[in-house]
């Protein structure tokens, strides 16, 4: 039967997508040859940012590992829409445990994996994955340990900001301002407090593991290539991923990937990677975009412009894009002309 | 081979000969001692090849185990009172996906008041997480059911909780015999799991289940409890016939023929009232006892059989459901159902507090003319008890209790660690 690859092009960048790359960098978007770790049927909400992150980062570890991948999950969305009983979406040894364990048991699969030795499957890899919740909050002492004692596993986190799974409750990654279930646009501090904030991947820098990244499902090959990358190391590797959530943000389903682009453009989320405590690289913003942008579409914003827009609470955030664009170097330098 | 060794090392040498492949360890009296031991057998070479892992926390140390045990390796872990507490999602988590780990557990009590010493709080606590429990009487008994546990626990896919008590058992120095690595060998199959990660054949372990199949997902769990006790008793008669000796097995019964009153209770507490139980009988008194070996599954047949020709029944336990009375009695009490005799519940020797010979004949004597309230608390000290109510009557801010017990005293309490 011929094969017709299906191109993918991006939209809405500054660049032109696949057209102009070799062909072995074009994202695998639709192959015969692609893994599907993760097959269509879950039961994700359309437009779902976890479930597109979780299938392009699987697939580019098992892309890495010749399909040698083990995966152990924490409870949360990805685990409940992935595996409605009688079904399963993986085509991968799958393992869910519970909410706060999952770098450990990967760090016990990793162990056996390894006591196995080399007669059984050299190859074999172990992939860890869970929400903001499972990795920021409740998992993070197994996180930590497992990043210490630099166990051979990948963990990636999809970060959607807050507790999806049980109905959209902060969580320790949940950003300031946003109203969830547990934050309510109410009082004279509307939404969540500006708190002092935890991000995990400069706390997993902090390790000094070998591999560190940051990544959003605005820049899929981006995303592949961090995993690819990640693949190449032993010992503890950690990506974290930004995934917008429809239901949770309050965004039009077709916009996951204008708002995961949005929050890279913005600086809100800056998009680097890590070896061995140290930046490598970032994704450049080319033209800084004002945080307004990011935040006016979503609904877990709308108290911050009302009659009376919070200029001060905008202003305060539009600050914390600021520094992340200085401290992790994310402005573009200037096109020389 | 007979040898003069401490509990804990006995137990550790044992766990090696059994080739486990994957050790988590986190320190927590009076356990410590063994994953010591094996860690340096592997740090040594002389157990290979085993990973050790120091993890960050009991939660870790059972979950390192279910990835490990998932991924087809053979998993131990050990802990106690807090840390069996501290791990108990994980506990049950274990049991529900059908991993066989295998745990000691050195027995100890549960704070607060934070207190080191021997009781079964920690073990009973975690009686329903769907895990066997076998209890030790000896150190002997200890180091020999961690051989037969791993083999119970891979052939039911069911983890194993072996329960020593701590400090009585893990810290003494006792002759036992040790087996021969030839000797377990023989005894103890390859672990071939029946789920397993392996890539070449995907599996999904841990899926969501609902209303639809989650009751007959946890009869099943019920059911394969209700075959280890088939199972036990036929895997300790071929554990003698390897290593010549009677260890293990559903329950076991001294002097209780022709009993009168028998006496009920687990651990090495056993070993105090076999002796109060000769010096008895000498005088004539009709009295036995029953020791519990297997806790979980309750083995209610073989306890009923043993106590239905007696009059009275004591069960004397180191733990306590509060606000009703025993644990053990409980399920001592099913077991009798419908069987008319006198039942006593004797709570004895929680947090350490030594069981004596001369405690123990007041008990049995009083027992033995059924003078004995239903529910009895061995040794309490009433005076304490009621000075502190008074304190409490009198001052709305009477301060912590635990606290103003030990002013009354007047002991520095023991060092926590
Ligand atoms: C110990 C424990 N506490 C709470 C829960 C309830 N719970 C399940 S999923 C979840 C939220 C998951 O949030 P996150 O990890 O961010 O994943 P998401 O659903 O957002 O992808 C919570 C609170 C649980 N399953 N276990
Ligand atoms: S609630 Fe959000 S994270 Fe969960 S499935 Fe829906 S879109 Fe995805
Ligand atoms: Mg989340």
């Not at chain 2, 399920?331 to 519940?345: C, E, F, I, K, P």
Request: charged content about 20%.
């Amino acid at each position: 039967m011929s094969f017709q690859p299906v191109k993918f092009y991006q939209t809405g960048t500054f660049t032109v997508g696949n057209r102009l790359l070799p062909p072995e960098e074009r994202s695998v978007q639709a192959s015969a040859k692609r893994f599907n770790s993760i097959n269509s049927g879950h039961r994700a909400c359309q437009g779902c940012g976890e479930a597109l992150g979780a299938r392009y980062a699987i697939d580019a570890a098992m892309e890495a590992t010749d399909g040698q991948v083990i995966a152990a999950n924490a409870t949360g969305c990805l685990e409940v829409f992935s595996t409605p009983y009688p079904e399963t979406s993986w085509q991968i040894p799958w393992i869910h445990s519970l909410f706060g364990n999952t770098a450990a048991v990967a760090t016990g699969i990793a162990a056996a994996l390894k006591v196995k030795g080399l007669s059984q499957n050299p190859k074999t890899r172990v992939v860890a994955q869970g929400g903001d919740g499972g990795t920021t909050d409740i998992g993070f002492g197994c996180l930590s340990g497992m990043f210490e004692r630099n166990d051979d596993v990948l963990y990636i986190c999809y970060d959607n900001g807050g507790y999806m799974n049980t109905g959209v409750q902060r969580s320790s990654a949940t950003p300031p301002a946003a109203r969830t279930a547990t934050t309510m646009a109410v009082g004279p501090e509307p939404g969540n407090v500006f708190g002092q904030g935890k991000f995990v991947p400069a706390i997993a820098m902090a390790h000094n593991i070998p591999y560190v990244a940051t990544a959003t499902v605005a820049d899929l090959r981006d995303l592949e290539a961090k995993v690819r990358r990640a693949m190449e190391f032993r010992g503890a590797r950690y990506i974290h991923i930004l995934v917008p959530c429809p239901l949770g943000w309050g965004t039009p389903s077709q916009d996951t990937i204008k708002m995961a682009r949005l929050a890279k453009e913005t600086g809100i989320f800056p998009v680097f990677e890590a070896e061995h405590g140290e930046i490598k690289s970032v994704l450049a913003i080319r033209r800084p975009l004002p945080v307004e942008d990011y935040l006016r579409p979503q609904k877990r914003y709308a108290h911050l412009f009302g009659k009376t827009p919070a200029l001060a609470t905008i202003a305060h955030i539009q600050e914390l894009a600021d520094r992340n664009i200085r401290k992790y170097g994310l402005q573009a330098r200037k096109e020389g002309h | 081979m007979l040898k003069q060794t401490e509990g804990s090392r006995a137990v550790a040498e044992a766990v090696a000969m059994c080739r486990p492949e994957v050790i988590c360890a986190y320190p927590i009296s009076p356990q410590t001692h063994i994953v010591e031991a094996l860690g340096e057998m592997v740090k040594d070479g002389t157990l290979s090849p085993c990973e050790f892992i120091n993890v960050e926390s009991e939660f870790a140390a059972m979950s390192v185990a279910i990835g490990s045990a998932a991924a087809g390796a053979r998993s131990y872990t050990a802990t106690a009172s807090q840390g069996l507490l501290f791990m108990a999602e994980a506990v049950y988590n274990a049991s529900g996906l059908g991993l066989p780990i295998v745990m000691t557990v050195a027995n100890r009590a549960i704070g607060a008041p934070i207190n080191i010493w021997n009781d079964h709080s920690d073990a009973l606590s975690q009686r329903d997480s769907g895990w066997l429990q076998l209890f030790a009487e000896t150190n002997q008994e200890a180091l020999d059911l961690h051989i037969q546990a791993f083999r119970l626990a891979e052939e039911l896919s069911l983890p194993v909780m072996v329960c020593m008590d701590g400090f009585i058992l893990t810290h003494a120095y006792e002759r036992v015999d040790m087996p021969t690595q030839a000797q377990v060998d023989a005894y103890l199959p390859k672990y071939v799991p029946r789920q397993v990660l392996d890539p070449g054949e995907p599996v999904s372990i841990g899926a969501m289940v609902g209303p639809e199949a989650f009751m007959e997902v946890r009869y099943l769990a019920h059911a394969k409890q209700m075959e280890a006790l088939e199972l036990i008793p036929s895997y300790a008669a071929e554990f003698k016939s390897v290593f010549g000796r009677d260890s293990g097995g559903l329950t076991h019964t001294y002097r209780t023929e022709d009993a009168e009153t028998i006496i009920v209770a687990m651990g090495s507490v056993l070993g105090t009232i076999k002796d109060v139980i000769d010096e008895m009988r000498e005088e004539g008194h009709k009295i036995g006892v029953l020791g519990i070996t297997l806790f979980r599954p309750f083995p209610l047949a073989r306890v009923r059989e043993s106590l239905q020709g007696a009059k009275r029944v004591v069960v004397l336990e180191k733990s306590m459901a509060v606000g009703l009375g025993g644990i053990l009695s409980t399920n001592v009490r099913m077991a009798l159902s419908g069987l008319h005799m006198h039942g006593y519940t004797v709570i004895a020797g929680l947090g350490g507090r030594a069981i004596t010979k001369k405690s123990l004949h007041g008990l049995f004597r009083q027992a033995g003319q059924d003078a004995l309230e239903p529910l009895t608390f061995l040794d309490l000290d009433w005076n304490m008890v009621n000075k502190q109510l008074e304190r409490e009557k009198a001052h709305r801010r009477s301060g912590p209790v635990a606290e103003n017990l030990l002013r009354d005293v007047g002991v520095v309490a023991a060092r926590n660690y």
